[in-house]
């Protein structure tokens, strides 16, 4: 079945970086677009970011727009989220989430996220 | 990109119908039949159960019913469980080539 696995998750520093990935089975990962949505303590569902299933578009939020970065490897099935310059308010879980395109639309499996905690 | 706007919370007694509404505006929910919505169980990951306004992915109970008019989306459950006691998320893709979610309705069944 179809299976979505993030990792790199953790405490961090402002200013800092981290690096998520997302490891994915089940599906053809190529043919797919690829959404991160984030979620902080407590509070409802954020768009972080998308890409298309051949890396050509990427579409960020504007909370992260310029310090987040998505990519994705198809050799290795596996999506990516560089994220620098981190921000207390970027404390959240981090899901990655399978579409049903080759670029954005719903989101129709997902993973069961990881945790960021930006805090001095 | 503001959030859409939905009820903080809705109640029902088992069996009932309920409506949830997601508000927008013509540059998300309005401007396209992208919409689509999400149940979370505490600790766990969300759950497509609408596409496109009022889709029911494969294995989604027909409990579980769309429609939109205007810039107004609604999410309605029948015959209410107790499992349906969730989070539900609205979204909609917009014409700033991102996608928002609603702020999120808790439905608490009495």
């Known amino acids: 079945q179809e299976k979505l696995v993030e990792s790199g998750g953790g405490v961090v520093q402002p200013g800092r970086s981290l690096r998520l990935s997302c490891a994915t089975s089940g599906f053809t990962f190529s043919l797919f677009g690829m959404h991160w949505v984030r979620q902080a303590p407590g509070k409802g569902l954020e768009w972080v970011a998308c890409?298309?299933?051949?890396?050509?578009?990427?579409l960020y939020g504007d909370s992260v727009k310029g310090r987040f970065t998505v990519s994705r490897d198809n050799s290795k099935k596996t999506l990516f989220l560089q994220m620098n310059s981190l921000r207390a308010e970027d404390t959240a879980v981090y899901y990655c989430?399978?579409?049903?395109?080759?670029?954005?639309?719903?989101?129709?499996?997902w993973g069961q996220g990881t945790t960021v905690t930006v805090s001095s | 990109q503001s959030a859409l706007t939905q009820p903080a919370s809705v109640s029902g007694s088992p069996g009932q119908s309920i409506t949830i509404s997601c508000t927008g505006t013509s540059s998300d929910v309005g401007g396209y039949n992208y919409v689509s919505w999400y149940q979370q169980h505490p600790g766990k990951a969300p759950k497509l159960i609408l596409s496109d306004v009022n889709h029911r992915p494969s294995g989604v109970s027909n409990r579980f019913s769309g429609s939109k008019s205007g810039n107004t989306a609604s999410l309605t459950i029948s015959g209410l469980q107790a499992e349906d006691e969730a989070d539900y998320y609205c979204s909609s893709f917009t014409s700033f080539s991102t996608w928002v979610f609603g702020g999120g309705t808790k439905v608490t069944v009495l």
């Open positions: 890409i298309w299933n051949d890396g050509s578009h990427n």
């Open positions: 989430a399978k579409t049903v395109t080759m670029s954005g639309g719903e989101m129709d499996v």
